[in-house]
């Protein structure tokens, strides 16, 4: 019974799948179908970061013994649909003598190559819109297409402010890439795979890749943890919105529903990080000592979640604890400190896969 | 090529900034003019004008206790100490001797205002430095004493509770089993800011070597209260010219030599132990006795000029009253701590970074209805 229930998401969507089929032409079916599913993902993620929005209001005001939002509907669930109501509904207000177009493009490039970026994820083994053999590679690529939406944006708005915004982040993003880049590297030597769907597979047989790698695997994942905060902006790094420095940092200038866009853009960045993380450090949609595998009809997709919260909670509790790093700490850190650790790191795992010491 | 070659290749501009007086970092409505080159401040102007009420040609206009509630709104979060300055000068001014009772209370209730002024500014300083969290610890603390000041004055920022001759009316019976509960409670919550901020590393990081400012020009721009006692300038007026109870009680003036924004960030800290430790001499035995010693309905200060310093929660607040024998004074000075303190702002602001502007500002603990009066 159980089985037939989980199984009436998928049910639905293979009817749908053929039932469009039958009515068109293949070319046309299948371009359907890829825009059914954009616009699936597209309202799945909207809402996914409204609800990281609340979550991070009902987190901060845990930490800062208040109560948080509780007053639209129970337990304040509804105030992130009511915030987002008041901004699409606000007025677009803009700075006199802007560069228009590039001020008016900058929300697109951050919103749209952040939900790019959620197109490859393993949700769960069937639960993935876009399985390619390089998806680790392509997520990377895509992601840090955002900064320059925020470069963009800084430089447009004929704001100060939002100039010296836009500039930190660029030279953040730039510096904190590598780091990304060189921690995902190092567990890539232990898959031996780009693709997302294979390296959780690898982790089905030999644990997740944090337990195999042992000791460089926790250096990389403490490095892709601090790189990660870096790169989607978050505090203690964010120095690209450092409100008591900067007003607003990049998008003082932006209002309404191109604001939105931006914040919206920053809680998916961070669903990313985390998701890249819990299927690279551990196991994906796996569950922990495969203590549901027997149970056909327990939704794998809900380990993924699990684990990706747990991540997200991790960023917010850095947020919410953490004073700001001034700008050349922030590099001093990145170039002096986590670079070198990281390739050093990189050659200790190479080392440790040529001995064969993986667990 | 060498660094300077490629330094006269490139080619850049200073460029002019206005922090305010909108900045969520002014603390209210100062305005920095910033010329920055790159993230460098080359120099801080201060305009100032923003919120300037006038309080001091509005006191020669008014009568003797009518000052004493304007005194609230220069700097609203030591109202107390204010209150007590005017009240001290009116005082010297007509001999009168306030009875012991008064003068404990008076002592009390200045350093209760006190903590509850560097709860605020702990709040804000780990705010200005991105550590949102502070804010709402130190405002679960310093509420508490705003619901004594409730109680015992009325009100709970602007407390008006002294009077030229001793104070409005006595405590409230509740008074002394608040504070001390407050004393009991609060012990333990100094310890929890110290493990959430102090300790931390980045904010060491922000703060240790910033905004260093030495004891000579602490003296020579005329700095006070907590920023000059960072420099190792002694200038506690508490303890070199005590007024109220001060003498009778036995407390350390902090005093650090580093002169950077971690120093005045620690004197702070270790002056809520200083006052806790005040607080705590006196609160156990406040003598009997009245709380105001009858005035005039209409107060007529003999013809002179008169003078009096306290230590408010900034620094040093001086009271300068010239009366001509009439109801009202001629003229009033107030010396405010916030105004000689901004004045040093850029000369060690200078060559540092945006960031480290922000810190300094945040240890330098502005409020700046104090400064344009």
Redesign the interface.
């Known amino acids: 019974m159980n089985f037939l229930i989980m199984n009436i998401p998928l049910n639905i969507v293979s009817t749908v799948h053929d039932w469009i089929y039958s009515i068109m032409p293949e070319t046309a079916a299948s371009i359907t179908v890829m825009v059914l599913i954009a616009v699936a993902y597209l309202a799945l993620f909207a809402v996914a970061g409204l609800y990281l929005v609340l979550l991070e209001r009902k987190v ?1 005001a845990w ?4 109560l948080g939002p509780n007053r639209v509907g129970p337990l304040g669930l509804f105030q992130t649909i009511a915030d987002a109501l008041k901004l699409v509904s606000k007025e677009l207000t803009s700075n006199d003598r802007i560069d228009k177009f590039l001020y008016n493009l900058a929300p697109y490039f951050v919103i749209v190559s952040t939900l790019i970026g959620i197109s490859v994820f393993p949700f769960s083994k069937q639960f993935q819109a876009f399985d390619i053999n390089i998806g680790l590679f392509f997520l990377i690529a895509v992601s840090s297409i955002g900064v320059i939406g925020i470069l963009v944006g800084g430089w447009a708005s004929n704001n ?2 939002a100039l ?1 915004g836009a500039m930190r982040s660029g030279l953040q993003t730039i510096s904190y890439e590598l780091s990304v880049g060189l921690s995902i590297l190092t567990m890539v030597l232990l898959t031996g795979t780009l693709q997302l769907s294979e390296i959780v597979e690898v982790q089905r047989t030999g644990g997740w890749l944090i337990l195999q790698g042992h000791i460089p695997a926790i250096i990389a994942f403490c490095i892709f943890m601090i790189a990660g905060t870096a790169e989607t902006n978050r ?2 790094f ?2 690209v919105e ?6 607003a940092g990049f998008h003082t200038e932006y209002s309404g529903m191109k604001f939105a866009y931006f914040f919206l853009a920053e809680f998916i960045n961070m669903f990313i990080i985390a998701s890249i993380a819990v299927v690279l450090f551990f196991g994906g949609w796996l569950s922990p000592f495969g203590i549901t595998d027997g149970i056909t009809w327990f939704p794998e997709v809900l380990w993924f979640l699990i684990k990706v919260l747990v991540i997200i909670f991790l960023m917010m509790w850095f947020r ?10 922030l590099l001093t850190l990145e170039w002096k400190y986590l670079l070198p650790l990281n390739l050093a790191n990189l050659m200790i795992m190479a080392i440790i896969i040529w001995m064969n010491w993986t667990i | 090529m060498t660094d300077q070659e490629i330094k006269n290749k490139i080619k850049t501009e200073e ?1 002019f ?1 206005n922090m305010g007086p909108q ?3 002014a603390h209210g409505v100062l305005r920095l003019l910033l010329t920055i080159d790159g ?1 460098i401040i080359k120099n801080v102007e201060p305009d100032l004008g923003y919120i300037h009420r006038s309080i001091e040609k509005m006191c020669e206009r008014d009568s003797y206790q009518q000052i004493v509630h304007l005194t609230d709104r220069m700097d609203y979060l030591s109202s107390n100490i204010n209150n007590e300055a005017v009240c001290l000068a009116v005082e010297k001014a007509l001999e009168i001797e306030v009875s012991d009772r008064v003068k404990v209370i008076r002592t009390i209730v200045s350093e209760l205002t006190r903590i509850a002024s560097h709860c605020l500014w702990w709040g804000v300083m ?8 502070t ?3 130190a405002f ?1 603390d310093r509420e508490l004493i705003n619901d004594i000041f409730e109680e015992t004055c009325g009100a709970r920022l602007t407390m008006n509770y002294n009077a030229p001759g001793g104070l409005m009316y006595d405590i409230h019976p509740n008074f002394v089993k608040r504070t001390k509960d407050f004393i009991k409670h609060f012990k333990t919550k100094i310890p929890e800011y110290d493990r ?2 102090t300790g ?1 590393v ?2 060491q ?2 703060t240790k070597g910033v905004g260093i400012l030495t004891k000579e020009d602490a003296i020579s721009y005329g700095v006070s209260g907590p920023v000059a006692r960072g420099s190792g300038f002694a200038s506690d007026v508490r303890k070199h010219h005590p007024y109220s109870a001060y003498d009778r009680v036995d407390f350390k003036e902090v005093l650090l030599t580093e002169g950077d924004t971690f120093a005045r960030y620690q004197v702070r800290i270790m002056e809520l132990w200083e006052s806790i430790s005040i607080i705590e001499q006196l609160i156990d035995n406040i003598p009997e006795g009245s709380v105001k010693e009858p005035t005039k309905a209409v107060i007529k200060l003999p013809k002179g000029e008169y003078y009096q310093r306290v230590e408010a929660a900034r620094g040093e607040l001086g009271v300068y009253i010239n009366s001509t024998g009439a109801k009202n004074p001629y003229r009033v000075k107030f010396r405010s701590p916030g105004f000689s303190n901004l004045s040093v702002l850029n000369h060690i602001a200078k060559g540092s ?4 502007l ?1 810190a300094t500002m945040a240890s330098f603990d502005f409020v700046i209805p104090d400064i344009d009066r």
């Open positions: 901060a930490f800062q013994l208040r100060k402010f010296i505090a203690p964010d120095l450092a409100e008591s420095e900067l007003g919410w604890t953490f004073p700001r790093l001034r700008v050349d700490q | 460029y900034v900045h969520p970092a993230e780990g705010m200005d430095l991105g550590a949102l969290t804010y709402f610890y679960r959430l901020l931390n980045i904010f990081k922000r970074k945006i960031a480290d922000v």
